[in-house]
Structure formats: structure tokens, C-alpha cells
């Protein structure tokens, strides 16, 4: 996984922790938050996000290694093309999922304490 997707997971992994260890102890008594109780349960937020940074690296390595085989001759432009779709789009789903959370941050940061 590339180091800054690393940090990032890992800074969410620790605002979860903290998240549901202060303040949710309720709502983590009554089954967890919606499913993302900050524990190593595969389901959880930061394993999920964590695949999906995953996902999305791989989908990158396969576009760049593609076009690098293109480059010497051993692929074909229509693989070339498919692998560097599949990276667009894949990276469109992280910059959505980016703004999502960017503006849930806002939307806490405006509520009155």
C-alpha cells in the first residue's frame, strides 16, 4: 500500500478508536455504530477502507504495468485502454469518497457545542 494511503488509514483506524472509546460507549454497547466499531472485526470502517486503498493501488499497478508492457510491444492498445479505464474510474470513486468525507468533516466542524 502506498505510505501516504497507509498514514491515512491508519489516521482514521485512530480517530475511530478514540471516536468510540469517548464518547459512543452507548451505541457501541448496543452493537456498535452502524457496524464500524473500531475493533479488528473484518467489517469494520478501517478494514473496509483499508481493502478499498488496497483495491484501488492494485487497479493503478495494473494500468502502469500494462502500459509499460504496451510500450515494449507485449500488449495489445485494447488492454491498454480497459486497464487505464479501470484506473480512472477507480480514482474517481477515491476523489468522491474523498469530497464525501471532507465535507462530513465541515458539516461536524459547524456544529454548535
Known amino acids: 500500500m502506498d505510505p501516504i494511503a497507509s498514514r491515512a488509514v491508519g489516521a482514521y483506524t485512530d480517530a475511530l478508536r478514540r471516536g468510540v472509546g469517548s464518547t459512543a460507549q452507548g451505541a457501541d454497547a448496543a452493537g456498535g455504530l452502524g457496524g464500524f466499531s473500531g475493533g479488528g472485526d473484518a467489517n469494520s470502517f478501517s478494514s473496509v477502507l483499508g481493502r478499498a486503498m488496497d483495491d484501488a493501488v492494485a487497479t493503478s499497478a495494473k494500468a502502469d504495468q500494462t502500459s509499460m508492457s504496451a510500450a515494449v510491444g507485449k500488449a495489445n492498445v485494447t488492454d491498454v485502454v480497459t486497464a487505464l479505464t479501470n484506473?480512472?474510474?477507480?480514482?474517481?470513486?477515491?476523489?468522491?469518497?474523498?469530497?464525501?468525507?471532507?465535507?462530513a468533516y465541515q458539516e461536524i466542524m459547524r456544529m454548535p457545542i
Request: net charge neutral; aromatic share 0%; proline share 0%.
Open 87 to 103: 484506473a480512472e474510474v477507480t480514482l474517481q470513486a477515491v476523489v468522491a469518497v474523498r469530497d464525501k468525507v471532507v465535507s
